[in-house]
């Protein structure tokens, strides 16, 4: 169990470029999460994946995030015409299907668009 | 709609005190599940506990402890002797128990800080 590793952990960007994360779950966690976290706050839920199927997408994800999960292994977040809004920790977190699971988070991509 | 609300933007503390940290949720859910966990500087969340809505037996796990009262909707977690170690940002968390989508839906934090 290596955990979950994302990458980058930092990503400085200019305003309106494209930007795209990457979370390896822990091997054979079926769920996966994203979450974003700005300063001073609780993560707040972007969206989740049951293997390769995303389930549920929050209303904060806009048209200018996608995210994806091929194959049921890793993910990937993009983010088109980033803005300086969108500058963040973004988290990824992976669980087993069983409900007594708690989520396993990684260290998270701190974005800066400048 | 859920809301967790911890009123304890930050405390500090000076080595071996005891604090208690205050968690108030807000839910429509009969059952769900409470959970904290504790972000380090490094910015990994680490799962702390997970409390299910129909168990409200008081929870110590060394110098960890947690109250959990459904009569006042609070999930308030204790430590004891504290170290400096401890130091961290402190987050209270809901989900549904039984849709299976158990996305969290978290307070804003309680940074703590350990004075040596």
């Known amino acids: 169990d290596t955990g979950v590793s994302q990458d980058p952990r930092h990503k400085i960007t200019k305003r309106g470029q494209n930007v795209t994360f990457r979370c390896d779950p822990i091997?054979?966690?079926?769920?996966l999460y994203w979450y974003r976290q700005t300063l001073g706050q609780g993560p707040e839920f972007l969206t989740y994946?049951?293997?390769?199927?995303?389930?549920?997408k929050s209303r904060l994800l806009s048209d200018r995030f996608s995210a994806e999960r091929p194959k049921g292994s890793f993910s990937t977040l993009e983010i088109q015409r980033t803005e300086q809004g969108d500058s963040a920790m973004y988290l990824c977190?992976?669980?087993?299907?069983?409900?007594?699971?708690?989520?396993?988070f990684g260290n998270g991509t701190r974005l800066t668009v400048t | 709609a859920q809301k967790v609300t911890q009123a304890q933007t930050e405390i500090s503390v000076v080595e071996k005190e005891d604090v208690t940290l205050d968690c108030v949720y807000e839910t429509r859910d009969t059952t769900y599940y409470l959970f904290w966990y504790k972000q380090p500087p490094s910015g990994e969340l680490v799962f702390l506990i997970r409390r299910n809505s129909f168990d409200e037996q008081n929870e110590i796990s060394g110098r960890y402890s947690w109250n959990f009262q459904k009569s006042t909707s609070s999930f308030n977690f204790t430590i004891t002797a504290s170290q400096v170690v401890d130091s961290a940002v402190y987050f209270c968390?809901?989900?549904?128990?039984?849709?299976?989508?158990?996305?969290?839906?978290f307070g804003s934090g309680t940074r703590l800080q350990v004075q040596p």
């Open positions: 091997s054979e966690h079926n769920r």
């Open positions: 977190a992976s669980s087993p299907a069983d409900l007594n699971s708690p989520l396993h």
């Open positions: 994946f049951q293997n390769e199927a995303q389930l549920e």
């Open positions: 968390a809901l989900s549904e128990a039984y849709t299976g989508r158990r996305a969290l839906t």
